[in-house]
């Protein structure tokens, strides 16, 4: 309700949505999941061999990181510590770090 609240706020106007307590969580389909890491053929495939099975992948804490890290999320710093972690090949950890440090310094983000 403190969000809801400060972005009203913000708009200067009211929020119509309703906050109600959590009751269920229900996971998106499959071509929803891992969505960056899905674009990315090679990486995918990489994952699928270590992964067979689409629930195992979906809930892969190293296919989230991936996909994070693809959609631009963490640092520099993070991926040269974690990319030795995830499973990938020397070739795809090399690739990832380069795809990750392209997307930041196109975005004069380093």
Same mark, same amino acid.
């Given at each position: 309700? *403190?969000?809801? %609240?400060?972005?009203?706020?913000?708009?200067?106007?009211?929020?119509?949505?309703?906050?109600?307590?959590?009751?269920?969580?229900?996971?998106?389909? @499959?071509?929803?999941?891992?969505?960056?890491?899905?674009?990315?053929? %090679?990486?995918?495939?990489?994952?699928?061999?270590?992964?067979? #099975?689409? =629930? @195992?992948?979906?809930?892969?804490?190293?296919?989230?990181?991936? #996909?994070?890290?693809? %959609?631009?999320? !963490? #640092?520099?710093? *993070?991926?040269?510590?974690?990319? @030795?972690?995830?499973?990938?090949?020397? =070739? !795809?950890?090399?690739?990832?770090? %380069?795809?990750?440090?392209?997307?930041?310094?196109?975005?004069?983000?380093?």
């Amino acid at each position: 309700m *403190e969000s809801r %609240d400060a972005v009203a706020a913000t708009i200067e106007g009211k929020i119509h949505t309703e906050v109600v307590p959590f009751t269920a969580f229900y996971l998106a389909e @499959d071509y929803h999941q891992k969505y960056r890491l899905q674009q990315q053929r %090679d990486f995918l495939r990489a994952f699928k061999a270590m992964y067979p #099975n689409m =629930e @195992d992948l979906i809930n892969s804490t190293a296919a989230a990181r991936v #996909n994070g890290y693809l %959609d631009g999320y !963490g #640092n520099l710093q *993070e991926i040269e510590a974690t990319v @030795d972690g995830l499973g990938l090949t020397p =070739e !795809g950890a090399r690739k990832l770090v %380069d795809i990750v440090k392209r997307s930041k310094t196109r975005w004069g983000v380093w």
